[in-house]
């Protein structure tokens, strides 16, 4: 059973740099033909899909978000990472990562929360 786990700092001040770190098990994350995907979610927003690395690297953003955000993985450790640079209060939220395949979200991470304070 594919697992997912997110891990990173919580708290976070304006203009720092976020960053977390997806460590999948039970599956591989060059496995054809999954996105790894991260999700966020807060009140104010809903559910809002940031961006993905595909399983052959490929990465795709929000087009919001394309200016501060990049998606990495390492694949010898089976992780992904995302990285949100000059975050802000309108950053809080629960972040998630996923794994789809099209429409398709099968395996999430439970979820961590990041809070932008100054």
């Known amino acids: 059973q594919v697992q997912l786990q997110e891990s990173g700092p919580g708290l976070l001040k304006p203009s720092q740099m976020l960053s977390l770190t997806c460590t999948v098990s039970?599956?591989?994350?060059?496995?054809?033909?999954?996105?790894w995907t991260w999700i966020r979610q807060s009140p104010e927003k809903g559910l809002e899909w940031l961006g993905a690395?595909?399983?052959?690297?490929?990465?795709y953003y929000s087009a919001s978000l394309q200016s501060r955000i990049s998606i990495s993985r390492d694949t010898s450790k089976n992780q992904f990472s995302l990285q949100l640079r000059s975050v802000t209060p309108e950053d809080t939220a629960v972040y998630y990562c996923?794994?789809?395949?099209?429409?398709?979200?099968?395996?999430w991470g439970q979820g961590t929360q990041v809070t932008v304070s100054s």
């Open positions: 996923a794994g789809a395949r099209g429409s398709y979200y099968p395996f």
């Open positions: 039970g599956g591989s994350i060059t496995t054809s033909y999954y996105d």
């Open positions: 690395i595909a399983y052959d690297g490929d990465t």
